[in-house]
């Protein structure tokens, strides 16, 4: 069983199309996250949900928009697509420990194409 | 705010050699700290981690990092690598949320 798992792998689209990825974690913990990764590898916080709440929202365009049905589901739904969306977006999971974020267990990614 | 500095951001070592990735970080307290690889085209992988206690910690496939307060860094290490180690390293910062290095690229040359 995969710990941590979005879909779809891939999306190929145009630009100005609304697409979603959804992530799925079975691990038990209560806070999941969405970073974007950019074509020059760094990694980026976008949003972290703590038990469905919204607790991080980094500077991000309102297009993108997240989504916690339950502890366990984090969606991301991105309107208007544009050509600098292109950039792979992980999903991840980890527990708080000692009020600090602990260890993050990562999807293996969506690879977003915006043409 | 919190933030981590990867200095390097492509290494080639031969197989074989040791190899120490530098990573520093900026926290306000005792910081958790890990290291994470990202192999081509797959997610990030926990290679190892330090919370408190022992400040030489050992990770999986022969990794090993060390956490000095004093230089507030946190260095890979490995005494051997081999061709497989090539990827991506990332070092990161717990915190209020992980924030990450830009990341060091390993080239492995045979």
């Known amino acids: 069983d995969t710990a941590v798992s979005q879909t779809p792998k891939y999306l190929v689209t145009q630009m100005g199309n609304d697409k979603s990825i959804k992530c799925e974690q079975n691990?038990?913990?209560?806070?999941m996250y969405w970073y974007k990764q950019d074509s020059k590898k760094f990694l980026k916080i976008m949003f972290s949900y703590n038990n469905k709440e919204l607790i991080i929202n980094e500077t991000v365009p309102n297009r993108f928009s997240p989504k916690s049905p339950d502890k366990a589901h984090l969606n991301l739904h991105i309107n208007s697509l544009e050509l600098g969306d292109s950039a792979v977006y992980f999903c991840a999971s980890s527990q708080r420990t000692g009020g600090q974020t602990g260890e993050l267990f990562f999807g293996e990614g969506s690879r977003l194409t915006v043409l | 705010a919190q933030s981590v500095t990867q200095p390097d951001i492509h290494i080639t070592v031969s197989e074989g050699a040791s190899l120490e990735l530098r990573c520093n970080y900026s926290?306000?307290?005792?910081?958790?700290l890990f290291w994470y690889v990202q192999s081509p085209g797959q997610g990030l992988q926990l290679l190892l981690k330090?919370?408190?206690?022992?400040?030489l910690v050992q990770g999986i496939k022969g990794f090993e990092a060390e956490f000095k307060r004093s230089q507030s860094s946190f260095n890979l290490r490995k005494p051997s690598v081999h061709w497989s180690d090539a990827a991506e390293y990332f070092c990161a910062v717990g915190g209020g949320k992980s924030t990450f290095g830009d990341g060091t690229t390993l080239t492995v040359k045979p």
């Open positions: 330090y919370f408190s206690g022992d400040t």
């Open positions: 926290y306000g307290a005792t910081p958790y």
């Open positions: 691990l038990g913990h209560d806070t």
